[in-house]
């Protein structure tokens, strides 16, 4: 796989690179379909048929048994072995690995651990989900060292997209189905795009993956091409540095539901701040629901919630931050992303952030700076020393409005184009002041 010279873009590599053929394209169905259950314990055998009362020893043995439906029951104890998955079920038929309700069940392995310095993401899991592998689903399971699923060629289609983030070519990026404008069943034919633009047939999504109530820990959860999962009621906390935030959705991976997690203590990374943030989308990542999610005491630069490098037409609702730098952050490119009824309590830098990095531009830009975003009934309370409610360096027909702030950072050049590009604040056409009175929603 090849990197890019843009450090931006770092974010979406991996070390140690497992991706391969593609994998079989599921087609959806109406209802579940009905599988066998594979029985896993710690005294089995792998010899044993995972039958009821012939359980084979190690989950790795059930992943290569199971088939479409099938339910993988875990029986209470440690697993201590890296898991490949390279086969799929189906929307109608997923694959489930679950606890079989007899006592708590760990997945764990022996992985390497990146230094704190490392500027990509760690490719070395306890859970690799490779080839494009689609419809499993992780239930009720404890996960030690983390998860790494990717579509198949994934880094075909990461290459094609920073190159052109380096050539500041926003308008081919644009021509992605979905990207360019509100089109959610437009961007359901992002793959078919993408292998003839990359000239990869092969490139693949890892579709329909779940993963629910499960509590992870030492590396978090990663998808790389990776579209309409779940990621619900999941305890993540106590990631070590330079392995990357606690849920990262990274290159078209578009339509995830992420609710209800718990994220927190991601160790603050010697890199850049998107090696520590609780909840990241990058590299146009698309269409996703982030809500009523709680990602506290982050250390560092660590950012609650982030978006970056055009990723777009997210919704972020009813989440809670505290103890962070950032709580909630729009950064590169982002277009037509949602921010509303979101409270950040206790936060470092800023609240809110809008493509800060973007205050040096005497005018905003369809390539890197923020695009009909919306913040609205937001609510940002004890600052810690000079932190501000709400921070903007670019931004272009952005609606800000109802929010519970007091104070703002207003980049130099904003304020002279604020109401000519566009922005409204409290549906005004002026930037907001340094300081100012709370609104309500």
């Given at each position: 796989?090849?990197?890019?010279?843009?450090?931006?873009?770092?974010?979406?590599?991996?070390?140690?690179?497992?991706?391969?053929?593609?994998?079989?394209?599921?087609?959806?169905?109406?209802?579940?379909?009905?599988?066998?259950?594979?029985?896993?314990?710690?005294?089995?055998?792998?010899?044993?048929?995972?039958?009821?009362?012939?359980?084979?020893?190690?989950?790795?043995?059930?992943?290569d048994k199971a088939m479409p439906g099938d339910t993988i029951k875990i029986?209470?104890?440690?697993?201590?072995?890296?898991?490949?998955?390279?086969?799929?079920?189906?929307?109608?038929?997923?694959?489930?690995?679950?606890?079989?309700?007899?006592?708590?069940?760990?997945?764990?392995?022996?992985?390497?651990?990146?230094?704190?310095?490392?500027?990509?993401?760690?490719?070395?899991?306890t859970i690799l989900i490779i080839d494009g592998s689609d419809y499993w689903?992780?239930?009720?399971?404890?996960?030690?060292?983390?998860?790494?699923?990717?579509?198949?060629?994934?880094?075909?289609?990461?290459?094609?997209?920073?190159?052109?983030?380096?050539?500041?070519?926003?308008?081919?990026?644009?021509?992605?189905?979905?990207?360019?404008?509100?089109?959610?069943?437009?961007?359901?034919?992002?793959?078919?795009?993408?292998?003839?633009?990359?000239?990869?047939?092969?490139?693949?999504?890892?579709?329909?993956?779940?993963?629910?109530?499960?509590?992870?820990?030492?590396?978090?959860?990663?998808?790389?091409?990776?579209?309409?999962?779940?990621?619900?009621?999941?305890?993540?906390?106590?990631?070590?540095?330079?392995?990357?935030?606690?849920?990262?959705?990274?290159?078209?991976?578009?339509?995830?539901?992420?609710?209800?997690?718990?994220?927190?203590?991601?160790?603050?990374?010697?890199?850049?701040?998107?090696?520590?943030?609780?909840?990241?989308?990058?590299?146009?990542?698309?269409?996703?629901?982030?809500?009523?999610?709680?990602?506290?005491?982050?250390?560092?630069?660590?950012?609650?919630?982030?978006?970056?490098?055009?990723?777009?037409?997210?919704?972020?609702?009813?989440?809670?931050?505290?103890?962070?730098?950032?709580?909630?952050?729009?950064?590169?490119?982002?277009?037509?992303?949602?921010?509303?009824?979101?409270?950040?309590?206790?936060?470092?830098?800023?609240?809110?952030?809008?493509?800060?990095?973007?205050?040096?531009?005497?005018?905003?830009?369809?390539?890197?700076?923020?695009?009909?975003?919306?913040?609205?009934?937001?609510?940002?309370?004890?600052?810690?020393?000079?932190?501000?409610?709400?921070?903007?360096?670019?931004?272009?027909?952005?609606?800000?409005?109802?929010?519970?702030?007091?104070?703002?950072?207003?980049?130099?050049?904003?304020?002279?184009?604020?109401?000519?590009?566009?922005?409204?604040?409290?549906?005004?056409?002026?930037?907001?002041?340094?300081?100012?009175?709370?609104?309500?929603?």
């Amino acid at each position: 796989m090849k990197s890019s010279p843009s450090v931006r873009m770092l974010s979406g590599l991996m070390t140690g690179s497992v991706v391969a053929a593609g994998a079989l394209i599921a087609t959806a169905a109406p209802a579940n379909a009905a599988g066998s259950v594979i029985e896993v314990a710690t005294t089995g055998n792998d010899a044993n048929s995972g039958a009821a009362g012939k359980p084979l020893k190690t989950v790795q043995a059930a992943i290569d048994k199971a088939m479409p439906g099938d339910t993988i029951k875990i029986h209470k104890g440690t697993y201590n072995q890296q898991l490949k998955i390279r086969k799929s079920g189906t929307a109608s038929a997923p694959i489930t690995v679950t606890n079989a309700g007899d006592g708590a069940v760990t997945l764990t392995a022996a992985l390497p651990m990146p230094s704190c310095g490392t500027n990509q993401p760690d490719g070395q899991r306890t859970i690799l989900i490779i080839d494009g592998s689609d419809y499993w689903t992780f239930q009720g399971l404890t996960i030690d060292g983390g998860v790494y699923a990717t579509g198949s060629d994934a880094g075909s289609a990461f290459s094609w997209h920073s190159a052109l983030v380096d050539k500041g070519d926003w308008q081919t990026r644009r021509k992605v189905p979905g990207a360019g404008s509100f089109n959610p069943t437009a961007a359901k034919q992002v793959i078919p795009y993408l292998r003839t633009a990359t000239k990869d047939p092969d490139l693949d999504s890892s579709d329909g993956l779940k993963f629910i109530g499960n509590t992870v820990k030492r590396k978090g959860l990663f998808f790389r091409l990776s579209s309409y999962g779940v990621a619900s009621g999941n305890k993540i906390s106590d990631i070590a540095c330079g392995t990357g935030p606690g849920i990262w959705l990274i290159t078209f991976s578009n339509g995830w539901q992420v609710t209800k997690n718990d994220v927190s203590k991601i160790a603050a990374s010697t890199w850049k701040h998107f090696m520590q943030e609780g909840i990241r989308l990058g590299t146009s990542s698309n269409y996703n629901k982030v809500t009523n999610n709680y990602v506290h005491d982050l250390p560092g630069d660590g950012r609650a919630f982030n978006t970056d490098v055009d990723s777009s037409w997210n919704t972020f609702s009813g989440n809670r931050a505290a103890n962070v730098a950032i709580g909630y952050n729009d950064q590169m490119s982002g277009w037509g992303n949602t921010w509303t009824k979101n409270s950040v309590t206790g936060f470092r830098t800023y609240g809110y952030g809008v493509r800060l990095m973007d205050g040096k531009l005497t005018l905003p830009s369809y390539d890197t700076s923020a695009n009909k975003i919306s913040m609205t009934c937001n609510v940002a309370t004890k600052p810690v020393g000079k932190a501000k409610s709400f921070g903007v360096g670019g931004t272009m027909y952005g609606t800000y409005k109802g929010n519970a702030w007091t104070t703002a950072h207003v980049g130099k050049y904003v304020k002279s184009y604020w109401g000519k590009y566009g922005n409204t604040f409290n549906g005004k056409p002026t930037a907001p002041p340094a300081t100012f009175a709370p609104s309500s929603c």
